[in-house]
Each structure stands twice: as structure tokens, then as C-alpha cells.
């Protein structure tokens, strides 16, 4: 009650604040407690059903969900607010997806089952026994074990000849035996050294069986080495989803446009990109070859040993120059608690920049790289270039996401990329817009990483839609944006093989195009001041954008909720 006080008040007294400043106070407990109860079951199961890909453990993953979307049919819709209804919808879309995700790694075992794993439900029925305790016949399960390792020399022959196996059935492959391993293992962890008979009989059979499960997962990488020889020269080979679940996937992600439109969108953005570089380009006297201007923005790289310094001067500058202009809260304890690491050079591989949060990652040589491989890093990773990635990373970019996520809202679990990069990348141009960069050196650094998200739609949607290789990303990449060639093998390396999402690489510029378009909404009408439009975000926790102008604009959304928001406004030609 005192905070709802609280917040009418300062509406009352703050003209300029929006009705919806004081609605997100409002008090709301029935959706965050269904949530919260959801979750505490989720992780019940989660300890229980440990065993990947086991349909034993998607079955039950589902009636879960199911459960609890008859319970939130039950809810009175309309006696919500609009953060609770906000989190109705969301969490619906969500059950739903899960139930979708488990009926999809369904059908992907009964593809394989028959074929390269007959042996399957014998494991899974000696480790749900097992949870309980029950007394197993040891020299049955040592005969199990021993049948199944020959078994698997069979099966592994047949693998070897079958030209057919495609990659997506790879991967679902290795993560059966992994679940398998694992099931095989718990089984033996339990009983061995406690049961006489077990002692006796399992052992060698057990250690016999892990290994060929072993062989046999590595059996199935070798399909996945011959596809990439087959691919292209990249060596690398992602699962390109095609349109349809392309299509899919913006919906769940609540981006009405299709695949062709946001290329089309990056397009828009590169074209003002190319215009400003070209400006830069000419105030360093290169005219209008900006590749020449931006050759000498990357031999401005620092010296090696020097790089945590370089970044920590920029953090001073950026952190000052938001307080400076008064643009988002600060929290001291966040200031105080991010910390740096360096990264392997194995992690440069997949990632040839920086990653960040509370962690702060910085890629730069070490002193098992070679000569090239130390150059490129040094020149992809130079101070006009970090300038617009050290506030990405940090504050007011992925720290400040992470701290404000851990202090506001904390049962709201909806993550997804275009909140978080597009908040990221949202500041970059803000800052840009504020007038961050200080010389053209700064402008041609960010307006690289600008390109690079560009870029970043039109490869992986062309990618995913099978239009593009790998190998045709990375040459883009170094074409079209100007990277480092081994920094492009990284990037695309990391954006089809590196465990992100196929949307992921579009989340970062479309998400930040959907926050500017608020701010748009909500600060140049003069409806909020920029701190408190910044704050306001951060408080309502990682949300589609879409659901953020829901709240944050009072605009209830309907319990049969389309995604309609077109937010996008091409930039203005200069």
C-alpha cells in the first residue's frame, strides 16, 4: 500500500510522468505466484527427469505444462493489470513453446530410435528403478551391458556406411548418448562398491559399454566432419532451420516482419552506415575509400599488456558521460562489482571480441597465438572499435541488464535476445546520437560495429533460409563490414555453432530499433525524461519489447494477443 501511495503521488505532483509509471506499481500477486509455483515444479523435475532426450522425461515436462495452462484458463483475464496481463500472455506463449520444443525432440528420437538405438530403453529402465532404490539382478545387468557394447560395434559399422544421416539427426544423436552415458553411469555410481553381487559382475561390462557409447558418439561427429568437407571451405556446419520455422520463431519473438523485411531493414540502416563512414572517411583524408580509413583505425591498436588498461579508461569515460547527461540510475553496488577476465585463445575462436556482464571478457593475444592470429586480434579489438562496445558490455549495457534482472521483478524468466542485445545495441546508438564519439578515428569504430549488425541480419537470415554458405558469411563479413578474415571465421563460427539461437544475430539491431521507436514513443513527445524511460525498463525485467511498451504505455494487451507492433521508421537521409 505505501508503495502504491508512493507512486500516485509522484504522478500526481510529476505532470510529465505517464499514467503508466504509476500502473507499474500496482500491486499483482496471482500471475507472479503462478510463475513462481511453476518454476519450483520445473526444477522439482528438472532434479528428477535428469536424463537428456529420455521420452520418459519430455512426457512429463509436458503434462507440467499443460497442467498449468489449464490453471491459467482459470484466471479471470480481465481483472488483471497490465503487467499481470502481460505476464499471462507471455507465460502462455511460453507453455506452449515447451510443449512445441518437447514434441519436436519426440519426434526427433522416434526417427532414431528404431534405427541406431534399439538398446535405449533398457538403460532408462535400469535408471528409473535405480531412483528408488530397487534391488537389480547384477548378472542381468551385467549381460545387458555386455550385449549392448556388441550391440554398439554393430551399429557403429552400419553409421559408418550410411551416406543418408543429416546433421540436425547428428546432434540429436550425440545428445541421446550423452543422456544415455549419463543413465548408464548413475545406475553404476549407485550400486557399485555397495552391492556384493554388483561389485562382482558390472564393472568391466559398465567400463566396456561407456567407452563404446563414447566411440559411438564420436562415430556420429565424424558425419558431422564429412558434411563440412561437403559444405564449403569454412569447415563450418550449423542446422540451417529454414523459413518456415524462421517465420515461426518471430512470432514467438513477437517481430511482425518477415525474413525478407528485415533484410530489407538492414539494408536501410547499412545504407546510412555507408554514408557516415564515407563522411569519417573524407575528414581523414582517404575520400571515399573508407577501407583505407578504417586500415588506420585498426593499427591503432595498443600494445600487448596494455589492453585492460585501454578498456578501463574507456569505462571511466563512458560511466562519466552518463552521469554527465543524466541518463539512466547507476546503482553504486553495480558500478562497484563487475570484474575482468581475459579470454583463451580457444574462446577467441568462437568469440574474437569481447563478452560481458558482471564478468567483462577481453579477447586479445596471448602468447600461444601466432604471428596473423596476434595481429588480427590486436587490430579487431583497438580502442575506436572498443568505444562502442565497452558501455554494450557493461553499463549502461549487459551488467546494468543483469544487476536490474537480479533486483527487479525476478520471477519474470521471458528472456530473450532482442531485449537483451537490443538494449545493448540501443545505447550505442543513443550514445552515438549524444555525442559520444569525439573524432572520426571514433565514429569509423562505431560505426563498424553499426555495420556489423547490419550485417549480422543479412547473413543469418540468408543462411538460415539456405540461400548462403558459411563461407559466403565470412567473405561478407570481410567485404562487406571490413573484419579481420580470422575474426569473421570467429563470428560466423560463433553464430552457427556456438549454442545461440538462430534469431540471435538479428536480436541485437532489431531489438535496438524497437527500444529507439519507444523512446521515440515515450521521451521525444516529452511524456518521460530519458532516466526515467531507462529506468522504467530495466524495472520491468527481460520481456519482448513489444510487452515493454505494453506496460510501460498502459496499453492492456488482449487475451488473444497477435504481435502488431511495426516499429520500424527508416533513418533519415542526412
Request: charge should be negative; glycine fraction near 8%; charged fraction near 20%.
Given at each position: 500500500m505505501i508503495r502504491l501511495f508512493v507512486a500516485v503521488l509522484v504522478a500526481a505532483l510529476l505532470p510529465g510522468v505517464s499514467r503508466a509509471q504509476a500502473d507499474v506499481y500496482l500491486p499483482c500477486t496471482q500471475m507472479p505466484e503462478l510463475i513462481q509455483l511453476f518454476q519450483a515444479d520445473h526444477a522439482a523435475l528438472d532434479r528428477f527427469y535428469f536424463v537428456e532426450m529420455s521420452p520418459e522425461r519430455g512426457k512429463r515436462?509436458?503434462?507440467?505444462?499443460?497442467?498449468?495452462?489449464?490453471?491459467l484458463e482459470a484466471t479471470d483475464y480481465n481483472a488483471l493489470s497490465t503487467g499481470c496481463k502481460v505476464d499471462y500472455i507471455l507465460f502462455r506463449r511460453d507453455l506452449n513453446e515447451e510443449i512445441h520444443r518437447y514434441d519436436e525432440e519426440a519426434r526427433a528420437y522416434r526417427g532414431l530410435?528404431?534405427?541406431?538405438?534399439p538398446f535405449a530403453d533398457t538403460l532408462y529402465a535400469m535408471e528409473k528403478a535405480r531412483r528408488r532404490g530397487a534391488k537389480p539382478d547384477a548378472r542381468l545387468v551385467a549381460a545387458d551391458f555386455d550385449r549392448i557394447t556388441r550391440q554398439l560395434h554393430t551399429l557403429e559399422t552400419r553409421?559408418?556406411?550410411?551416406?543418408?544421416?543429416?546433421?540436425?539427426?547428428?546432434?540429436?544423436?550425440?545428445?541421446?548418448?550423452?543422456?544415455?552415458?549419463?543413465?548408464?553411469?548413475?545406475?553404476?555410481?549407485?550400486?557399485?562398491?555397495?552391492?556384493?553381487?554388483?561389485?562382482?559382475?558390472?564393472?568391466?561390462?559398465y567400463r566396456a559399454l561407456d567407452s563404446s557409447l563414447?566411440?559411438?558418439?564420436?562415430?556420429?561427429?565424424?558425419?558431422?566432419?564429412?558434411?563440412?568437407?561437403?559444405?564449403?571451405?569454412?569447415?563450418?556446419?550449423?542446422?540451417?532451420?529454414?523459413?518456415?520455422?524462421?517465420?515461426?520463431?518471430?512470432?514467438?519473438?513477437?517481430?511482425?516482419?518477415?525474413?525478407?523485411?528485415?533484410?530489407?531493414?538492414?539494408?536501410?540502416?547499412?545504407?546510412?552506415?555507408?554514408?557516415?563512414?564515407?563522411?569519417?572517411?573524407?575528414?581523414?583524408?582517404?575520400?571515399?575509400?573508407?577501407?583505407?580509413?578504417?586500415?588506420?583505425?585498426?593499427?591503432?591498436?595498443?600494445?600487448?599488456?596494455?589492453?585492460?588498461?585501454?578498456?578501463?579508461?574507456?569505462?571511466?569515460?563512458?560511466?562519466?558521460?552518463?552521469k554527465d547527461k543524466d541518463l539512466v540510475t547507476i546503482p553504486p553496488l553495480a558500478d562497484e562489482t563487475w570484474r575482468m577476465v581475459m579470454m583463451s585463445p580457444r574462446q577467441q575462436l568462437i568469440n574474437p571480441f569481447f563478452y560481458g556482464g558482471e564478468e567483462f571478457s577481453i579477447s586479445y593475444p596471448t602468447n600461444t597465438m601466432n604471428y596473423d592470429d596476434r595481429m588480427m586480434s590486436m587490430r579487431g579489438n583497438n580502442p575506436h572499435f572498443s568505444?562502442?562496445?565497452?558501455?554494450?558490455?557493461?553499463?549502461?549495457?549487459?551488467?546494468?541488464?543483469?544487476?536490474?534482472?537480479?533486483?527487479?521483478?525476478?520471477?519474470?524468466?521471458?528472456?530473450?535476445?532482442?531485449w537483451t542485445e537490443g538494449w545493448a545495441l540501443y545505447w550505442e546508438r543513443l550514445l552515438w546520437a549524444q555525442g559520444f564519439p569525439r573524432s572520426p578515428e571514433d565514429r569509423i569504430g562505431m560505426l563498424f560495429w553499426r555495420m556489423h549488425r547490419c550485417a549480422r541480419i543479412i547473413f543469418s537470415l540468408n543462411y538460415h533460409t539456405g540461400k548462403w554458405t558459411p563461407q559466403q558469411c565470412i567473405d561478407f563479413l570481410v567485404d562487406r563490414v571490413g573484419h579481420e578474415r580470422a575474426n569473421a571465421e570467429g563470428e560466423v563460427r560463433r553464430?552457427?555453432?556456438?549454442?545461440?539461437?538462430?534469431?540471435?544475430?538479428?536480436?541485437?539491431?532489431?531489438?535496438?530499433?524497437?527500444?529507439?521507436?519507444?523512446?521515440?514513443?515515450?521521451?521525444?513527445?516529452?511524456?518521460?525524461?530519458?532516466?526515467?524511460?531507462?529506468?522504467?525498463?530495466l524495472h520491468e525485467?527481460?520481456?519482448?519489447?513489444?510487452?515493454?511498451?505494453?506496460?510501460?504505455t498502459n496499453q492492456a494487451p488482449a487475451k488473444d494477443f497477435e504481435t502488431h507492433w511495426r516499429f520500424y521508421t527508416p533513418p533519415m537521409a542526412n
Open positions: 515436462y509436458q503434462e507440467l505444462c499443460k497442467a498449468y495452462l489449464g490453471k530410435h528404431d534405427t541406431w538405438f553409421l559408418a556406411a550410411d551416406p543418408g544421416i543429416g546433421v540436425a539427426d547428428v546432434r540429436s544423436a550425440q545428445s541421446i548418448i550423452e543422456g544415455l552415458k549419463y543413465a548408464a553411469g548413475s545406475v553404476f555410481k549407485f550400486y557399485n562398491g555397495y552391492d556384493p553381487d554388483f561389485s562382482w559382475w558390472v564393472p568391466l561390462p563414447e566411440v559411438y558418439a564420436t562415430a556420429f561427429g565424424h558425419k558431422l566432419e564429412a558434411k563440412s568437407l561437403q559444405k564449403d571451405s569454412s569447415g563450418i556446419v550449423g542446422n540451417p532451420i529454414g523459413r518456415d520455422e524462421i517465420v515461426r520463431q518471430l512470432r514467438y519473438e513477437m517481430i511482425p516482419y518477415t525474413p525478407e523485411e528485415l533484410i530489407d531493414i538492414a539494408n536501410k540502416e547499412f545504407a546510412w552506415c555507408d554514408k557516415e563512414m564515407l563522411k569519417a572517411s573524407r575528414e581523414l583524408g582517404f575520400g571515399d575509400n573508407w577501407k583505407a580509413a578504417l586500415e588506420k583505425v585498426k593499427n591503432t591498436y595498443v600494445t600487448p599488456g596494455d589492453q585492460p588498461g585501454a578498456m578501463m579508461e574507456l569505462y571511466n569515460e563512458s560511466i562519466a558521460f552518463l568505444r562502442a562496445t565497452v558501455h554494450h558490455e557493461l553499463i549502461a549495457g549487459h551488467y546494468l541488464q543483469q544487476f536490474s534482472c537480479e533486483h527487479y521483478k525476478t520471477y519474470r524468466h521471458f528472456e530473450t535476445p532482442f553464430s552457427f555453432v556456438g549454442g545461440y539461437s538462430p534469431l540471435y544475430q538479428v536480436a541485437y539491431m532489431i531489438g535496438g530499433l524497437q527500444f529507439e521507436a519507444l523512446k521515440h514513443e515515450l521521451v521525444d513527445s516529452g511524456k518521460m525524461t530519458f532516466k526515467q524511460y531507462h529506468d522504467a525498463v525485467n527481460n520481456l519482448p519489447v513489444e510487452m515493454v511498451r505494453a506496460i510501460l
